[in-house]
Structure formats: structure tokens, C-alpha cells
């Protein structure tokens, strides 16, 4: 299952980060919003790399805000394997989105926690890691198998739902 997962979730994230930034350009084109550049400075902060103020590594950029992204795809991958699929599945991911991004940033001392934030930039930021969350999820859940431990565990269960439907008594106890 975790070569699965692997590879599934790198998919599922960068199909999410794809989807994210589309939605990104289209708000900054409305809103006016100019391009953050907070992903960078806080690879560099990560990595050690020297910063250079009043200067835009759009490269540096990219290669946080996409591979962040693929990465935290095997999470949601995993999570689709494991039966945590759907729209629940991608509102707990979307909370695991914000939390990855608020830990690296403010432990580089690059962002401020969330509640300090004017609240537009705040909503604009839930939006679109939910967009991420959501369009992953949706990948991760086409590509993982249909029946993963958690559901052969509801299907064996009086009142329980799987949407891998009934399995045989036998396989839903793994006897």
C-alpha cells in the first residue's frame, strides 16, 4: 500500500497544487493581490540559503510552493488508502494544508500566526488551501483502491456504510 501511496499522493498534491494556483492567478487578477513570496523565504530559511532582499526568487518559489504541495499529497493519499475519503477526508486535509504551511513559516520566523492576520488575507489563504485540499482529495481518492482497511472494517459492522460495498464475513474480520 505505501508504494501506492507514494506515488499516488505526489500525483494527487501536484494535481492540488495545479488546481490551487490556477485559482490563485484568477483571484490575484479580481483582488489585485501581488505574488507571495513567503514560500521562498521560508525554503531558504529552511535550507540555509542566503537571502537577498528586494530580490523575487520566483524559482526558489516555485520549487517550495509546488514540491510543499506533492509532498503533502501522500498524506491525503495515505488517508485515501486507509478509507478516509471524500469531502470529510479533504476538510480534516485542509486543516493539515494550513498547519504544515504555519509551522514552517513561523518557526522560520517568516510568517505570523494566523489570528494576527487582517482577516481578507486570512480568508483568501483558507480558500485556497481548501482548493488544494479538495482537488488532491478528489485524485487521491480516484487513484487509491476501492477497499481499504477502514472499509472492510464498516462493511463487517451492523449500521456501518462502505461505499466499497458487503465483503464476505471471512474477509471483513481477516479470517
Known amino acids: 500500500m505505501m508504494k501506492r501511496a507514494l506515488w499516488q499522493g505526489l500525483v494527487a498534491g501536484a494535481a492540488g497544487v495545479v488546481v490551487m494556483t490556477l485559482g490563485e492567478k484568477v483571484e490575484q487578477r479580481l483582488t489585485g493581490r501581488p505574488d507571495s513570496h513567503v514560500p521562498a523565504r521560508t525554503l531558504e530559511r529552511l535550507t540555509g540559503m542566503p537571502e537577498r532582499p528586494g530580490r523575487q526568487p520566483r524559482a526558489v518559489n516555485w520549487a517550495m510552493h509546488y514540491g510543499q504541495g506533492a509532498l503533502l499529497g501522500v498524506v491525503r493519499s495515505v488517508m485515501a488508502h486507509a478509507g478516509l475519503r471524500g469531502p470529510v477526508a479533504s476538510t480534516q486535509f485542509t486543516v493539515v494544508r494550513l498547519t504544515n504551511d504555519q509551522i514552517l513559516e513561523n518557526a522560520t520566523g517568516v510568517g505570523a500566526p494566523p489570528q494576527t492576520w ?5 480568508v483568501v489563504d483558507l480558500l485556497h488551501k481548501a482548493v488544494y485540499a479538495f482537488a488532491a482529495g478528489a485524485v487521491a481518492d480516484a487513484l487509491a483502491a476501492r477497499s481499504g482497511p477502514g472499509q472492510r472494517h464498516a462493511a463487517g ?5 462502505a461505499d466499497a460495498g458487503p465483503l464476505p464475513r471471512h474477509q471483513a474480520y481477516g479470517r
Open 157 to 161: 459492522r451492523p449500521g456501518r456504510h
Open 118 to 122: 487582517p482577516r481578507k488575507e486570512l
